[in-house]
């Protein structure tokens, strides 16, 4: 299994829709990523404190096998889906926890 990093970030898109719209979205977005949280395929998800710093809104990590199988779930985002934020990637090596034997 191999880990991936995610950064997300505001496009300018998001400030053409209405907050309404946005926050229709962003409902969808929280319910994909507790989904993924509880397939085991996302460890960790979270706004920054800062969103509008320069890493960006929020981060997350999936597991996958592939990083292509890491963009295709992080392109499933509601929010990505639409256009209102567009993600980064970074692979990403998990020390701690250890993996069970």
């Not at 299994?1 to 969808?28: C, G, N, W």
């Amino acid at each position: 299994m191999r880990y991936f990093f995610f950064t997300l970030h505001r496009t300018p898109k998001r400030d053409t829709v209405s907050d309404e719209f946005a926050q229709e979205i962003l409902k969808k977005h929280t319910e994909y990523f507790k989904r993924l949280g509880k397939e085991g395929r996302c460890l960790v998800a979270g706004p920054f404190a800062n969103q509008k710093g320069e890493l960006g809104a929020g981060c997350y990590i999936f597991s996958a096998e592939t990083e292509e199988q890491a963009k295709n779930m992080a392109s499933e985002d509601p929010l990505v889906a639409e256009g209102l934020y567009e993600f980064k990637i970074y692979e990403w090596i998990k020390v701690v926890p250890e993996e069970k034997s």
